[in-house]
């Protein structure tokens, strides 16, 4: 890091510059053209742009390098040249900056989807963005600037890549959707939990909208980031006004709203797209001299999935780990994981949360197998089904790492014990990736009798992980549990050894608290009851089976007790309707080998006989043990959880032993699942990803149902021709419309992208297509649509118009004349069913 730059921040806001797009257009690059390449065939007009910002008064400028990774640079046969372009680049920027502005390696999306959704891994992009921030370092670059990020997942491993390959300081900004989430459903604070984690100089947003937009993204980060905060809007959201594209927002205007993103928190401020040197001049000029807001960092102890947080501690809810993603003497469990199919693994999974887990742990220690592929199919498979942060438990480093790579969002590693050889191995792991660490009080010696014995292990977890550069946040500790049955006597140990963690080192806690009751009868009562004193000592995470109601009822009365359950709603809630006999009675109701999923409401076997309170169902639940749901219903269901293996054993089920016709289960249950999932996500209680596996998994059942037509023509609901229009290459919004659009019953054929309008035309023509679906994300492109429109109306041609885009608007589709403007992929299908008139 520059030695000033950490000591300026403190003591002044830092402005950043402004587009780079507009200003290479405004110098003659073409649409289509490749950014990266047209600045080092014109090192002067670079040289000048750059040379501009830091005139206007720009302390950092940022390179152009947004596109330099191998997958974007491949778009136009260039991903040799990744070395030499960003070099080239920085090396340029460096001469603009004439030595009075820091330079900034700006790294921009790959245009990969992480899987399951897209067909990229971990381990892809973060190579890509190792070889780029490597070259970029090595030019000379001040610092990294990672940009205009959709995906938390994208992000994380962008992040990663910078922080453990290149010693430079790094600014991470994600990019949201109006509605406050990222494409894929990531909220601000989520968000913020698991960047921060990866320990940047700054975190914030840029792009989405202008000022204006972004102004309660950064309030709400900065109400809880302990990092610098930045943030580049938009000059507003672009207008086109005849052949000229416009960003409305004045300079005077940004610099307003500069001063605003000031007072909530924000320590570095420039410009995205339409921002231009004379926006950076005054917002330059209306924060000189201002010292940054001072803010009172709060710590969070957090951890996250994809779209959620679970933030612990006072004022929030009591919550735990469900422990049954385990197959210690869980036989057909360990099977299922042996023979790699996962599906009692998720079945496990959605069961668990249903029931009330807020995190999952995952255990793959089935002997023989290869763990650490089957910890990486396990990750893959639970949070493709939940969307709830994991504990990843193994004693195998490899596994810990497959998981860390696989999963996104913050884990929880289970664990590390005071061990120096454990520690040295797993305390990297959790810094470098981001995730917090759960650390044992036992060493080579075993597990301490004594409270004060197990708090000096856990003084030296803590003090080793600190040298790592783990924050305090990052660490929890486990005090062990020993039976009742055989050490009577340290059953209380460790409880005050929990509490003297909690109020010497103030650290995070865990305990697997069925342990207690190992050996003994009633061990539901043991169980509930400790669990009861373990959360008056200080107790953050229990773990525990979810499915025993005494420990659930345990849970709600202490949150009631410890204040930690506002007004005792929740309480009352599931207690209205209490009665002391029946509650007795139930929690001695053995169900053999029958349970019910509470989340759809779909019958499930379980293994060997448990016991699975009625608490968890209650009269929904008897109802439904008398009259299970219909092979058709569950198939249902199973395309809105996107359930793969459920929904192609039931299909297969319903076709071969129920002998239903194949068009019934098309229309009675695949198409009603797929519209409810619609549905959801309208009401914001889906987000992309889980609308994604929906589509998918109804894909898959639809081509099976196919096979059984008896030769019937193959029958769709209209055929669409969809490309992204001349001179712009950006396609991963038109993906995603093309998936569901496709998994929604339409023909689609997808054209790509940089697709002349003489080219759709002839191809739609040809293919007799209902509708055109056309995309644009820069507003230089934008025209482009109209051209298609004006010759569809020349040919004489039936078929209607669709567009959408980032920089789109309902206005702007009206003024071209389409008949249809989608601002995302699910309104993308309302329209198509719109125009088409539901066919």
């Not at 220690?365 to 994991?390: H, K, N, S, T, Y």
């Not at 004594?450 to 992980?465: H, L, P, S, T, Y």
Request: hydrophobic share 45%; glycine share 8%; with cysteine.
């Amino acid at each position: 890091m520059s030695p000033n730059l950490y000591t300026l921040l403190q003591s002044r806001i830092l402005i950043l510059d402004g587009a780079m797009g507009t200003m290479l257009q405004e110098r003659g690059m073409v649409p289509g053209e490749c950014p990266e390449l047209f600045g080092v065939n014109n090192p002067l007009i670079l040289e000048d742009i750059h040379y501009q910002y830091m005139e206007a008064g720009a302390d950092i400028i940022q390179s152009n390098t947004f596109g330099g990774n191998r997958f974007k640079l491949a778009e136009y046969g260039l991903q040799d040249r990744v070395a030499e372009i960003n070099a080239e680049a920085i090396r340029i920027a460096r001469a603009g900056a004439r030595g009075k502005a820091l330079v900034a390696a700006s790294i921009g999306p790959s245009g990969k989807l992480l899987q399951p959704f897209g067909n990229a891994d971990f381990a892809e992009l973060y190579a890509a963005f190792t070889e780029q921030m490597l070259s970029c370092e090595k030019a000379g670059a001040d610092l990294i600037s990672i940009e205009t990020m959709t995906d938390i997942g994208e992000m994380r491993a962008a992040l990663i890549a910078a922080c453990s390959n290149t010693r430079l300081p790094v600014i991470a900004h994600m990019t949201f959707e109006p509605g406050g989430r990222t494409l894929m459903g990531t909220d601000p604070l989520t968000a913020l939990i698991i960047m921060e984690a990866l320990q940047p100089l700054a975190i914030g947003a840029n792009c989405s909208g202008g000022a204006r937009e972004l102004l309660p993204i950064i309030e709400e980060m900065g109400r809880y980031s302990s990092v610098f905060l930045s943030v580049e809007p938009n000059a507003g959201l672009p207008q086109l006004l005849g052949e000229r594209t416009v960003f409305p927002d004045r300079p005077e205007e940004m610099a307003e709203y500069a001063l605003k993103l000031r007072d909530v928190g924000a320590n570095i401020i420039g410009g995205c797209c339409g921002t231009t040197p004379e926006h950076i001049k005054a917002i330059a000029s209306t924060l000189r001299g201002l010292s940054p807001r001072k803010r009172t960092p709060r710590r969070i102890r957090a951890l996250a999935s994809r779209s959620q947080a679970v933030v612990l501690g006072e004022g929030k809810p009591l919550t735990f780990i469900g422990e049954r993603i385990n197959p210690t003497a869980r036989k057909k469990l360990a099977q299922d994981i042996k023979e790699g199919r996962m599906q009692m693994v998720v079945d496990e999974a959605r069961k668990q949360v249903e029931a009330g887990a807020a995190i999952l742990d995952v255990n793959m220690g089935v002997p023989g197998i290869d763990e650490a592929m089957a910890m990486r199919e396990a990750v893959v498979a639970v949070q493709a089904a939940v969307d709830v942060p994991l504990a990843l438990d193994s004693t195998s480093a490899q596994a810990i790492e497959e998981g860390l790579q696989s999963f996104v969002g913050r884990p929880l590693i289970n664990s590390t014990t005071g061990e120096d050889k454990q520690l040295e191995i797993i305390l990297p792991l959790a810094k470098k990736y981001g995730a917090a660490v759960l650390g044992l009080c036992l060493d080579q010696n075993g597990i301490p009798e004594r409270a004060e014995d197990r708090v000096e292990i856990a003084r030296k977890i803590f003090e080793q992980a600190r040298e790592y550069g783990l924050r305090e946040e990052d660490i929890y500790i486990d005090c062990l549990v020993k039976t009742a049955s055989a050490e009577q006597s340290q059953v209380f140990e460790t409880l005050k050894a929990l509490r003297m963690v909690k109020e010497e080192m103030a650290l995070g806690t865990v305990l697997g608290v069925s342990n207690v009751s190992h050996g003994l009868p009633a061990r539901e009562l043991l169980n509930s009851t400790y669990l009861a004193m373990a959360w008056a000592a200080g107790l953050d995470l229990p773990i525990m089976n979810p499915f025993e109601s005494r420990m659930m009822d345990a849970n709600r009365a202490a949150a009631v007790l410890l204040n930690r359950d506002l007004n005792s709603l929740e309480f009352i809630e599931k207690y209205k309707d209490y009665k002391a006999d029946k509650a007795q009675d139930s929690a001695r109701i053995v169900r053999p080998n029958y349970c019910i999923c509470q989340q759809c409401n779909i019958p499930e076997l379980l293994e060997n006989s448990e016991k699975i309170p009625l608490g968890v169902g209650n009269k929904a639940e008897e109802k439904n043990m008398k009259n299970p749901l219909s092979t058709l219903e569950i198939i249902s269901q199973a395309v809105l959880q996107g359930d793969k293996g459920l929904l192609l054993e039931q299909v297969q089920k319903a076709l071969d032993q129920e002998k239903i016709a194949p068009m019934e289960i098309v229309n009675k249950a695949l198409i009603p699942g797929i519209e409810r999932a619609g549905e959801l996500y309208d009401q914001k209680k889906y987000f992309l990803p889980q609308l994604m596996l929906a589509a998918e998994s109804m894909k898959d059942a639809f081509t099976l149902v196919k096979t059984r037509l008896s030769g019937e023509a193959e029958e769709h609901k209209g055929l669409i021709v969809l490309a992204t229009v001349e001179g712009d290459i950006h396609d991963i919004g038109k993906n995603i419309v093309a998936i569901l659009l496709e998994n929604y019953g339409f023909k689609v054929l997808d054209m790509g992208k940089d697709v002349k309008a003489e080219v759709i035309l002839d191809v739609a023509e040809k293919e007799k297509a209902d509708i055109i679906g056309l995309s644009a994300l820069m507003t230089t492109t934008m025209p482009r649509m109209q051209e298609v429109i004006q010759g569809v109306k020349a040919r004489g041609m039936p078929c209607k118009i669709m567009v959408g885009g980032a920089v789109l608007n309902q206005e702007y589709a009206d003024h071209i004349g389409a008949d249809a403007y989608s601002e995302d992929a699910r309104q993308a299908v309302l329209m198509a069913q719109r125009l088409l008139g539901g066919r």
